[in-house]
């Protein structure tokens, strides 16, 4: 989830990506953004980099 939010521009290609529907993918990625205390996915990226997540 975290390498598929990181690379891509768009939740529609994510969610294909990862098999799921555009809705739970998002559900996800407010997740970890709460859970990594991002304001935006950029900040989660480096969040999550940072802890050696991705």
Not at 19 to 31: A, K
Request: net charge positive.
């Amino acid at each position: 989830m975290l390498h598929a939010m990181a690379r891509v521009d768009k939740d529609e290609i994510g969610a294909r990506e990862l098999d799921m529907s555009l809705r739970t993918y998002r559900s996800h990625v407010s997740t970890l953004m709460r859970r990594l205390g991002a304001a935006n996915r950029f900040q989660a990226a480096l969040a999550a980099r940072a802890r050696k997540w991705i």
